[in-house]
Structures are given as C-alpha cells and as structure tokens.
C-alpha cells in the first residue's frame, strides 16, 4: 500500500502574529517553524503506524514550499515516511496548493492520502476536500480513528454532538485531527536516517490562482476586563443580561 | 442569484443554517439578486417556513441516495444543482459537513472560495472577504478572482435574523451517483448540546484539581442551558472526553458567552475562544493570562465562586 502525507510548514502555536509591507504580508522575522500540528501529530503518526503493522507500506510525504521548507521535511522524515517530494512553489492560494499535490498523487498512485483536518495559519480546511474533487475520490473529514483491513478502511469522524463510523474501499483523502494517534517525538536513528532519506524537488505546474490576500488585520484590543467581586455573584449576572445581554 | 446551502442529519435541519441563510439573504440584497436555498434529502421541518430568513425560493432534492452524508455525493449533486440553478454564489456554514464539502464543490464549479469567512464580503469593487486566520488571531482580507464564488461562514459570526415571509419549494431532479461510502454506526451525546452549536459555554481546566470535581461545572451550564467544554491538558489527562478540548488543537469556538474556571489562559487556549462575544473568567489567580483576554473577571476560589454564580442565576430566573 502506497500512502502520501500532506505536510505543511506554520508558524510556531506561540508565534507572535504580525504584519509588514503595510499589513499585507505576514512577519516572518523571528518565527519558529514547525510542522502544522495537525499533518505531524495525527496523520504522520498514523501513517507510520499503518507501516508497522504493515512493513510492506510505502509513506511518501509531500510538501508545497520553497527552500525554506526543508528543515519541516527533515524533521518530518525524522519522524518516519521513506522519502518526500517538495513543489517548489510559495503559495496561499489552496486550489494551487491542492492542485500541486494533486498531480503527485496521480503519478504515485496512491491507496491513500492524508491531510491535517486544516493548518493552524490560515485555518481553510481546504486542501483534503479540494483534493478529493480533484482526483475524484472519497473523502472522510475530521476523522479521530482509521483501521484498515485489506482495502477496506473502517474511520471514525467527528460529527456535530457525536461521532459517526463508515467503510469506505481505497483510495481515498483522510483528513485527520485529535484521536488518530499519539504524538511521537523524533529519535536519533530517526534523525540520522533523514538525512540520506532521498528528498525530490519538483516545479510546479502553472495553476491559475482564484484568489489573492489583499490585507491582514489584527482584532481590536478588549478594551479591559471588569473585575467583580468574588462575594458579588448578583452582580455578573446583571452585568451579563443588562451590559452584555448574553444570558 | 446566491445559492445557501442547508444542512441537515436525521432529517433535521441543522441550526447553523438558520445563521447562513441570514447571511445569504443578506449578500443577496447588497448584490440585488435572489436568495435561494438547496436542502439534500428530506426533512421533518417545514421547508416553506425558511422564507422567514430571506430566502424567495427553497430547492430540495428528495432522493433517498441523500439522505445521509457522503462528501463524495454531496459534492457532485451540489455542484450540478447549483449549475442548473443557476447560482452565482454558493454559501455553506464552516461546520463539519461544511468544511468538507465546500472546497470540493468548488473545485467541481471552478469557483475561487473563502472558508471561516466572518462578515459580509465587500463588493463595491470586486469581491472581497474578510476571514479569520492564526486561529482567530487575526484577519485576512481575501478578493475572489473567480466568476462563481463560494463563501463558508464561520459558525456565531453573523447572527440570525427572522422576518416575515415565506419560501417556494421546488423539487430537483439531480443524477445521484453510486454512495461512496457506507456509515456503519452514529453516535450521539445524548442530551448534550453540540459544542460547536452551543451559544453558551462553561469550560474547566486543571484549577479544578481533578474530573471529580466537575459536577459544579455541569450544574452551572445546566442551569444556564449551556454546553461544557476543557482545556487541553484537561483532556489529556482523560479527566474529560476529548471532543471537549477547546484551544488551537481542538474546536475553535464562538459562542456568545465562554465562563473559563480555572484556566490560565495560554495563547494556544485563546485561539480556540477567542472570538467568544462575551469571556467571563474565573482564577484564583490575578496575574493569569486569561483575564487580559476577559470581559470581565472574577478572582478567587473556584469552588465557592461557581456555585454562588449558579444560585445568582436560578434565583435571577425565578424573579424574572
């Protein structure tokens, strides 16, 4: 079986967010990098999971970045996966994103694909969805669980107040989240194998963007909290019906 | 014309619809052009009745292949109903179902899309949506290059507002392609509202010393109608399920009032609540991190604070 993670490269979770070139580029300068929690914590890990129960599993990564992408790839290697492919591209346009990964799931041939259920930076849970259009396939969103027996996989996923349980035959996109494994940390042998892990570079094929960032914006400051009194409990809750009229 | 799609399971029609058909009837007039709504598979709820929210017309395909969620389906029948509608643009809710169908479709209709979009898009010259990104820490204004546009809104972010009026129903008749996957099992949390739905919450974490614990938490949010919800090490800790985890790594949430108890208030929680309307927060605490983010705050014991507010508020009900 052949299975492609989708990785993806975000800002650090404690990364300050700011704005240059007149609020519309983000402010890279001094943010930590790191794999998109989401493609790293749960469908990595899930994948390198199915590798050991099954040693005859093939895991390809593939990212869409420049250069500055490849200590993401490393590290993901680090984790496990035999190789990776990285599209040489900056974008932020998620059809264009989509439609790079696309074209390497065509000429790899994959039973299966992976996504984070979205990206911790621009949160559009759009690339699984966009993927399973593309290359006409099933696709499974926020799954927490995924088993998989013969070509039949049995996944779990998130649904408004429960959970619901499907079968599907492969192939098929798998958009994971909390639930699907537990979070791994890379060990030195890990580390050592990256390094020779073979890492291709590809150009991307010309996609016409459908849409484009005009500016950024950060939220108005709460103007300051109102403190009440420990032993004044009537008190926030006028204040919640009159001021804030919530309750 | 502007196409809202409803969303619906056990043949009730979700409440984020009630939000995005607003929404929709909204954009329609600001562009002058009719709203309509799409509905897959058949409902209990009156149909005609979403006229209430600005819709002229309701389209529903009644086949049975709909009747329960199938990305794959949906998607195709999506697309070709919003083709032979007509529609120029298509509105989802950014919940589940919404975030895994919405890019799809527009894939299928060649459509540019903004998901977790936040307000009315500005469209006095071309199209441009506001949405949430960082995990709610900021916001990006995004143009739609594309002639048909999608737009998913982010859940408590516009509001509802019913009016009078009342919604023609027509039937469509779609190709319904082979299921793509079969659903075995469903499993709801009975007598619990969904937190995503919830427009009140009352969340815990470690200040509340371990899940024994709890039952003032789910007093309170039953007495205010509200769902619970937990920090990250909370859930970790299996003190609670993890489909209650709010925070970067969990459900982003929006609801109107979020009561944080014992919960510092690390960035990675705040990006889960921080476009709650009201944040109340309770820390014995007075340098926790949270209380820069509240509304307003309360500093003391948890475990005398919370039951007064609980008997506050019984007792602001019955002389209501």
């Known amino acids: 079986m052949k299975v492609l993670v989708c990785i993806s490269k975000t800002p650090d979770t404690t990364a300050k967010i700011a704005f240059t070139e007149g609020n519309t580029k983000f402010d890279e300068n001094g943010v930590q990098w790191i794999i998109n929690p989401y493609d790293e914590w749960y469908s990595l890990v899930r994948a390198i999971e199915l590798k050991e129960q099954d040693p005859a599993t093939i895991i390809h990564l593939v990212t869409v970045g420049e250069a500055d992408s490849e200590p993401i790839i490393r590290k993901a290697l680090a984790l496990g996966g035999d190789e990776a492919i990285r599209v040489n591209l900056n974008s932020n346009d998620s059809f264009v994103i989509a439609s790079q990964i696309a074209t390497i799931a065509k000429e790899g041939a994959y039973d299966l694909i992976f996504t984070g259920k979205e990206t911790i930076d621009y949160n559009s849970s759009c690339i699984g969805s966009m993927l399973s259009a593309i290359l006409d396939m099933p696709f499974v969103s926020s799954a927490n669980h995924f088993e998989l027996a013969g070509n039949t996989a049995t996944i779990k996923r998130e649904i408004e107040g429960g959970e619901e349980t499907c079968e599907l035959n492969l192939p098929a996109v798998i958009s994971c989240q909390k639930g699907m494994a537990e979070q791994r940390i890379p060990n030195m042998r890990g580390i050592m194998a990256a390094r020779t892990k073979p890492l291709k570079i590809v150009e991307p094929t010309t996609v016409k963007a459908t849409t484009t960032i005009k500016s950024f914006e950060l939220p108005a400051a709460k103007t300051g909290v109102k403190l009440v009194e420990a032993n004044n409990m009537d008190e926030l809750v006028r204040l919640l019906k009159e001021e804030a009229k919530v309750i | ?320």
């Open chain 2, 1 to 320: 014309m502007v196409l809202v799609y409803i969303d619906q399971a056990e043949k009730q029609i979700k409440k984020s619809a009630f939000e995005v058909l607003s929404y929709g009837a909204a954009l329609a007039k600001q562009l002058g052009c009719a709203a309509e709504a799409l509905v897959l598979g058949n409902v209990n709820d009156d149909l005609a009745a979403l006229g209430k929210y600005g819709v002229t017309k309701v389209r529903q395909i009644a086949n049975e292949g709909v009747q329960h969620f199938d990305a794959k389906v949906y998607t195709q029948v999506i697309a070709a109903a919003a083709q032979k509608a007509g529609a120029t643009v298509l509105i989802f809710a950014h919940s589940i179902n919404g975030k895994a169908i919405a890019p799809a479709v527009a894939v299928k209709l060649g459509a540019g899309i903004v998901t977790g979009a936040s307000a009315l898009p500005k469209t006095d010259a071309g199209f441009i949506v506001t949405k949430t990104v960082f995990s709610g820490k900021a916001f990006a204004s995004i143009q739609i290059e594309t002639p048909i546009k999608v737009i998913a809104l982010n859940q408590n972010s516009f509001g509802v507002f019913p009016q009078d009026g009342t919604a023609s129903i027509e039937a469509m008749d779609i190709d319904i392609p082979n299921p793509s996957i079969k659903i075995t099992s469903t499993e709801l949390v009975k007598g619990e509202i969904p937190l995503t739905e919830a427009s009140l919450v009352v969340s815990a974490g470690r200040g509340l010393k371990g899940p024994e614990n709890w039952g003032m938490i789910e007093t309170l949010a039953k007495t205010l109608g509200a769902a619970t919800a937990c920090s990250r090490p909370v859930s970790d800790s299996d003190w609670r399920p993890h489909h209650e985890h709010v925070g970067q790594t969990g459900l982003q949430i929006a609801p109107n009032l979020y009561i944080a108890v014992g919960i510092s208030g690390a960035i990675q929680h705040l990006a889960g609540v921080n476009r709650s309307k009201t944040i109340v927060v309770i820390n014995k605490d007075p340098e926790a991190p949270f209380f820069k983010a509240a509304d307003y705050g309360v500093i003391g014991d948890a475990f005398e604070i919370v039951p007064a507010l609980n008997e506050a508020i019984l007792k602001s009900k019955a002389g209501a």
